[in-house]
């Protein structure tokens, strides 16, 4: 019932990003914390569960912990090899690090892995398992991944969450090396304002274009609507760079550590960065 209630708690704060003007606040991260420390107690009281580190896990993404968050997914596979939401959520995540400026190429293989065992449970929303499939082939077949995700666009239409799938299908171009994700997220953008994930892809494709002040403007937003969003940090801090903004671009690897303190790449970035200070 713990597990059960706060993941309910989770959807709602999610679907408050459906609303004009949406920002993460105290009020929130609050809650976020609230809802972790809710679950890991119970956990403590009753023993381990899947589920729970499910919720844990989810927390501490929208808390600016991908590292956490990956951990508490993993320790719920490890209780259930099959569980659905945690294979798909740490598939998200690896392809997120991956596909960004700061991943490692090699995390594509892994959340294939997740997505291909993911995508064949029935213990999870059947819009998940579609967004499952379709970023498994935006990964490995972005044009048949751009087919699909028209045919989800019409099969959800109306349906929480349904611009996901535009933001897949600019993945999907975003993969195979061609321009689309500025428009599919700038369409995305206009049913979900909030949608941060959205502005930080579009923000990626504006770097791998050179056009760094269009990349920054988008990143700047994103980190008003979820300021404690590492990758956000993390790729604000390259824009900068880019830009000779040197202190700020040292600021944003600041912060993007004090949030996860094993944040490798960042490290490395910040390094540069003091390196061309004269650090």
């Known amino acids: 019932e713990t597990y059960r209630r706060n993941g309910q708690c ?11 003007g949406f920002r993460l606040t105290k009020t929130e991260f609050d809650e976020y914390e609230r809802i972790r420390s809710d679950c890991r107690s119970e956990m403590a009281r009753s023993g381990e569960a899947a589920e729970g580190w499910w919720v844990v896990g989810k927390a501490g993404e929208m808390l600016g912990e991908p590292g956490n968050a990956t951990e508490a997914y993993d320790r719920g596979l490890a209780l259930d090899p099959d569980h659905g939401m945690c294979l798909l959520d740490k598939a998200r995540l690896l392809i997120e690090f991956s596909l960004s400026t700061l991943g490692k190429p090699e995390d594509i293989q892994q959340a294939l892995l997740l997505l291909e065992k993911g995508s064949k449970t ?22 048949e991944a751009v087919r699909r995700c028209g045919e989800m666009l019409k099969k959800w239409q109306g349906k929480d969450f349904v611009e996901e799938f535009l933001l897949v299908r600019g993945l999907a171009h975003l993969k195979a090396g061609r321009e689309g994700m500025t428009q599919e997220a700038t369409e995305a953008l206009k049913t979900r304002p909030a949608f941060y994930q959205a502005r930080f892809w579009r923000a990626i494709e504006a770097l791998r274009l050179s056009e760094n002040a269009s990349a920054l403007d988008d990143l700047n937003r994103l980190l008003e609507i979820h300021p404690r969003h590492l990758l956000g940090l993390a790729t604000r801090g390259i824009a900068r760079y880019n830009l000779e903004d040197l202190r700020g671009s040292l600021a944003d690897y600041d912060e993007a550590l004090r949030l996860d303190p094993a944040y490798a790449q960042a490290y490395a970035n910040r390094g540069s960065v003091r390196q061309a200070l004269g650090d």
């Open 122 to 143: 029935k213990a999870v929303p059947e819009i998940e398992l579609d967004l499952a499939r379709a970023y498994a082939q935006a990964m490995t077949s972005p044009d």
């Open 10 to 20: 989770l959807t709602t704060l999610r679907l408050k990003t459906y609303i004009q």
